[in-house]
């Protein structure tokens, strides 16, 4: 069927079968269908939607577009977590040596940061040393050794989605359920892991700014991931203050630390454990419940510690960082952000803390820009504490005494102070599949 007749249905709302789907993306990767024929199919997705097996169809194809890793010499279940984004959230850093601790199978590839959010790789990067380039059959065996590895993405993976990303990105075609969930979930299938859990985040810090949003896009990942023959299950969470105490590569990795430590009992905690215990479940070990207390005992022991110190050691870096933090990078210059009024800590704009760590050079505008491993903001203060003049509420760091001054602008405008005690918020809203 041509191109324009295809256009044509999907703006009628008529459902495509999967050859055809798969006509349009092998057609476009190839070059064969013009970017103006597939900026107005996109269009047509953006208004009328897609069914769930028009969505399978078309993420099944973008997988196959690309390389698909073979995940059997592992010998066992493996399990793979995504977030869709979010500010100072280290989660991979603490699940990944928890859930391997706990008996299962982690093979990760993370991606990097770009823009206000911030990237598992660059995280890990901070480490002296720290590999996050290994060759598959090296990553495979880590994995089947150790229970975890996370690497950055390599290969070829799912090409007709960065094609098709780019062209969305210029034709306001992004905000889109099916068009996101295919994106995200082509990549997802193509490493091959046989339970995916998905972490999809709503606030201010989030591309989904409502739980119900959330909510759509989780149950659409979730069905596409069991129509694809994965166990798959997402959880809703909450982004709209920063994730823990850190925002920024070095500080989160001393912040996962700690939590590996067992020093942190902050929220954040229990979320990589409530994370660890159903990817645990879905990948038999047991019910989430049972899952819980497992990666609470061994979180305890030290045991998910060690499994960190050995996964940094295998990939090149210095595994001393676990017991001296203080080798991690650190900024030259610091700068207390503090409170203007007595009253109540009522809320912290996630995105204007990201986008003041980009400003220190945390992150990164363009891919391939470098970044400062030691900037970032460490908050002192959270949503609903009693706050008093002058109380220190974040320590913007950076390399100069002027990014910090100019971040610390940034930061004082994203927090709110109030007289009221504001209600607390779960960071976890909803549980889908």
Same mark, same amino acid.
């Given at each position: 069927m041509q191109m324009y007749d295809l256009i044509a249905r999907t703006r009628h709302g008529e459902a495509l079968c999967d050859a055809d789907i798969r006509s349009i993306v092998e057609g476009f990767t190839a070059g064969e269908i013009p970017e103006y024929m597939m900026a107005a199919w996109l269009m047509a997705v953006c208004c009328n939607g897609l069914t769930a097996q028009e969505t399978t169809a078309l993420t099944l194809a973008m997988r196959d577009s690309g390389d698909c890793l073979d995940l059997s010499a592992i010998g066992g279940?493996?399990?793979?977590?995504?977030?869709?984004?979010?500010?100072?959230?280290?989660?991979?850093?603490?699940?990944?040596?928890?859930?391997?601790?706990?008996?299962?199978?982690?093979?990760?590839m993370s991606g990097r940061g770009l823009g206000f959010t911030g990237g598992t790789i660059d995280k890990l990067e901070s480490i002296p040393g720290f590999s996050t380039s290994l060759a598959p059959d090296r990553f495979l065996t880590q994995v089947r050794s150790i229970g975890c590895s996370v690497i950055a993405q390599s290969g070829d993976l799912a090409p007709a989605d960065k094609k098709m990303y780019a062209l969305r990105n210029l034709t306001a075609t992004v905000d889109s359920i099916p068009l996101i969930c295919s994106s995200i979930m082509s990549k997802k299938l193509a490493l091959g892991a046989d339970c995916i859990l998905l972490d999809v985040k709503y606030g201010t810090g989030a591309f989904m700014k409502t739980p119900q949003e959330a909510a759509e896009l989780a149950r659409a990942m979730t069905q596409v991931g069991q129509l694809a023959g994965k166990r798959c299950r997402a959880l809703v969470t909450d982004m709209n203050a920063p994730l823990g105490?850190?925002?920024?590569?070095?500080?989160?990795?001393?912040?996962?630390?700690?939590?590996?430590?067992?020093?942190?009992?902050?929220?954040?905690?229990?979320?990589?454990?409530?994370?660890?215990?159903?990817?645990?479940?879905?990948?038999?070990?047991?019910?989430?419940?049972?899952?819980?207390?497992? !990666? /609470?005992?061994?979180?305890?022991? *030290?045991?998910? %510690?060690? @499994? +960190?110190?050995?996964?940094?050691?295998?990939? &090149?870096?210095?595994?001393?960082?676990?017991?001296?933090?203080?080798?991690?990078?650190?900024?030259?210059?610091?700068?207390?952000?503090?409170?203007?009024?007595?009253?109540?800590?009522?809320?912290?704009?996630?995105?204007?803390?990201?986008?003041?760590?980009?400003?220190?050079?945390?992150?990164?505008?363009?891919?391939? !820009? /470098?970044?400062?491993?030691?900037? *970032?903001?460490? %908050?002192? @203060? +959270?949503?609903?504490?009693?706050?008093?003049? &002058?109380?220190?509420?974040?320590?913007?760091?950076?390399?100069?005494?002027?990014?910090?001054?100019?971040?610390?602008?940034?930061?004082?405008?994203?927090?709110?102070?109030?007289?009221?005690q504001p209600e607390a918020v779960p960071l976890v809203s909803g549980i889908i599949g």
């Open positions: 279940v493996t399990v793979d977590k995504h977030s869709t984004g979010g500010i100072g959230d280290k989660t991979t850093l603490v699940i990944a040596p928890l859930v391997a601790a706990c008996g299962g199978y982690v093979p990760k105490t850190c925002v920024g590569n070095a500080l989160e990795v001393e912040e996962a630390i700690r939590i590996l430590r067992g020093e942190s009992d902050l929220p954040l905690t229990e979320l990589c454990l409530t994370l660890a215990a159903h990817m645990l479940s879905l990948s038999d070990h047991g019910t989430p419940e049972e899952c819980r207390s497992k !990666a /609470g005992r061994v979180l305890t022991s *030290g045991e998910a %510690l060690e @499994r +960190f110190s050995r996964m940094i050691a295998a990939q &090149g870096g210095d595994a001393g960082v676990t017991e001296h933090p203080e080798r991690l990078p650190r900024a030259q210059y610091t700068l207390d952000v503090r409170a203007a009024s007595d009253g109540f800590l009522q809320s912290v704009r996630s995105e204007e803390i990201g986008l003041a760590c980009l400003g220190l050079g945390a992150g990164r505008t363009a891919d391939h !820009a /470098g970044i400062d491993p030691g900037a *970032g903001v460490i %908050l002192r @203060r +959270f949503v609903g504490d009693a706050v008093r003049t &002058g109380d220190v509420l974040c320590t913007v760091c950076g390399s100069t005494q002027t990014l910090c001054e100019t971040a610390a602008v940034r930061v004082q405008n994203a927090v709110r102070i109030g007289e009221e």
